[in-house]
């Protein structure tokens, strides 16, 4: 499925309705150039899961936790990682066990250690400034 935003606000509103479907356990691949908007989708996702802390982007430690919402989101930036190995360093299978959603900026990184049914997302800047295409597969909205 593909979706045009317009805005900011647009593309965050997007994340919220992904998040309405999302189940305990579900991974999200995010792809797309530098500032295309994931972190803004990643707001929005938390948003829809209830989740009412600010919510940034992990570069600089790798990954976030939002614990307050129907589901817990662990909102992952895999752009330091040398490849999926380091994976299993930063304790990737314990949070895939907590139950909660896992959103990963630059999953292009460790693609080959996402297993099947991952949500693919991706985000890229579209005519104008504020423009963004928005891929989903593995999921309706």
């Not at 992904?18 to 579900?26: H, I, N, S, T, Y």
């Not at 992990?58 to 040398?82: A, S």
């Not at 314990?94 to 949500?119: F, H, K």
Request: hydrophobic share 40%; aromatic share 8%; net charge negative.
């Amino acid at each position: 499925m593909e979706v045009v935003t317009n805005s900011e606000q647009e593309t965050e509103a997007l994340g919220a309705r992904l998040a309405e479907k999302l189940e305990p356990g579900a991974v999200l691949a995010f792809t797309g150039d530098l500032g295309a908007g994931k972190t803004a989708f990643t707001r929005g996702l938390a948003r829809g899961l209830g989740i009412t802390e600010r919510v940034t982007s992990p570069t600089f430690t790798i990954v976030n936790e939002y614990l307050g919402g129907r589901l817990p989101l662990f909102h992952f930036d895999m752009y330091r990682l040398g490849g999926p190995e380091e994976l299993y360093d930063i304790g990737w299978e314990d949070y895939l066990a907590r139950g909660g959603v896992c959103a990963v900026e630059w999953s292009e990184i460790v693609s080959d250690a996402l297993e099947p049914g991952t949500v693919r997302v991706d985000l890229r800047r579209g005519a104008h400034d504020g423009q963004r295409i928005v891929t989903i597969e593995g999921v309706e909205l």
